[in-house]
Each structure stands twice: as structure tokens, then as C-alpha cells.
């Protein structure tokens, strides 16, 4: 089983609220992603990582931002949340680009 | 721009059953094909990971098969059980672009007792 965490599971807050969901793993992978996916649609590439302050945005435009200061640690901010933001919040890492991507469990985000 | 289709969108088979999803791509110009599980409210789970120059990849009951010409690949799941429920994603990793994996949307199995 792939040892890739994040926090918390399940998140309710208000509009307006600044968020942090943390992602971390212990596989010593470089490459770090973040996905966003609506119930029964597919996953978006919202923002990766290739490395240490290396990041880059992905093919879904998003409000977070991301960074990248220790290997093991990729958290996902949203300084200002809004109903729109209501989603599932994937985070994943491989060894390589192509590689197979090691997922978390997600992050369950309800912005009221 | 890469687009994936995962048909069916939903299938319900009988405990015991062979079955065949459906993946396609519009640009053949990948690295590989990548065949995922996701449980409901869960993240992904690797099953099949295919290179480019493969054409199929097996483990267990799963068999994952790919043409990367006509933009095609097919998983087969082998005397299916309830335990194999989950929605099934194919992703491909493109060589050009900057986006590491596209995904399907996904294929939403059932398999009843």
C-alpha cells in the first residue's frame, strides 16, 4: 500500500475562510500532484510539482495555490473559499513523470 | 488536446461474469496507458500500467490490453465478484504537454451476488 497521506478526510467550513489541505509522502518521490474531481466526473489536473520549489499549474485553472519546500510535503491552500470550491481534492506522487501515480485517500471539501 | 472516453459509463453484471471496459484516446502520441480502481469517497488505486510499446499487461484476473494506433485499450476482468464494484479509470501520460496524466471519466461497475 502506497504511503501517501492526506488531511483532514472531510472538511465543512464557510465562505470566506482561508483553508490549508496538507498531502504528504514518505516514498522520497519527486513529482507531486494535486487533482480536483466533482462527483462522477473526472479528475483535473489543478497543480504538480517536479521537485523542491518547483511548481507548476495544471490543465484545470484553480483560485489555490500550492508549494513545495520539503520533498515529502505538497499542501494545497485556498485563501478565500467559496461554494464553487465545494469538491473532492485528490493528492498523488510518483518516482517519475509517466510513472504510476500513487494516490491519497482525498479530501472531502463542503464550502457553505 | 488529449481527450479520453471510458465506455460503458456504468455496467451491472452477475457474480462469475468475464467482462470488457472500454478505453480510447484521440492523440496516440503517449508513454503509457494506466488503468486505475476507485472506491467510493476513496482515492485511486493502481491496477495495470501499460508502456507504449507494450501491448498488454496482466495480473491476476485483470487484463489490460492496448493499441496504441487506433487509440484503444480494453480491460478484461476475469469470473468477476462483488468485491470488483468500484468505478475503473484509464489515464494516458502524454509525451508532449504539461499535463503528467489525462483521465476518462470512468466506467462504474456493479457486480450483484
Known amino acids: 500500500e502506497a504511503d501517501i497521506y492526506q488531511t483532514p478526510r472531510y472538511l465543512v467550513i464557510g465562505t470566506g475562510k482561508k483553508i490549508t489541505l496538507e498531502c504528504s509522502q514518505t516514498m522520497g518521490h519527486d513529482k507531486m500532484y494535486w487533482y480536483q474531481q466533482d462527483p462522477g466526473m473526472e479528475l483535473h489536473l489543478i497543480h504538480y510539482s517536479y521537485g523542491v520549489n518547483s511548481t507548476e499549474k495544471g490543465d484545470l485553472s484553480s483560485e489555490s495555490t500550492v508549494s513545495r519546500i520539503r520533498t515529502e510535503h505538497f499542501p494545497l491552500t485556498l485563501e478565500s473559499a467559496r461554494p464553487s470550491h465545494t469538491s473532492q481534492y485528490l493528492c498523488?506522487?510518483?518516482?517519475?513523470?509517466?510513472?504510476?501515480?500513487?494516490f491519497g485517500p482525498g479530501t472531502r471539501l463542503t464550502v457553505l | 488536446k488529449q481527450e479520453v472516453t471510458q465506455i460503458p459509463a456504468a455496467l451491472s453484471v452477475p457474480e462469475g461474469e468475464n467482462l470488457v471496459l472500454n478505453c480510447s484516446f484521440t492523440d496516440s502520441a503517449i508513454y503509457n496507458l494506466q488503468w486505475f480502481r476507485q472506491d467510493p469517497g476513496k482515492g485511486l488505486t493502481s491496477l495495470l500500467l501499460i508502456q507504449s510499446s507494450q501491448r498488454e499487461q496482466t495480473s491476476g484476473r485483470l487484463n489490460a490490453s492496448l493499441d496504441k494506433s487506433s487509440g484503444r485499450s480494453t480491460l478484461y476482468i476475469a469470473a468477476s465478484q462483488p468485491g470488483d464494484s468500484a468505478t475503473y479509470l484509464c489515464a494516458v501520460s502524454q509525451v508532449s504537454g504539461n499535463t503528467p496524466l489525462v483521465f476518462g471519466k470512468g466506467t462504474r461497475l456493479s457486480v450483484i451476488a
Open positions: 498523488a506522487s510518483s518516482e517519475y513523470t509517466g510513472d504510476t501515480q500513487y
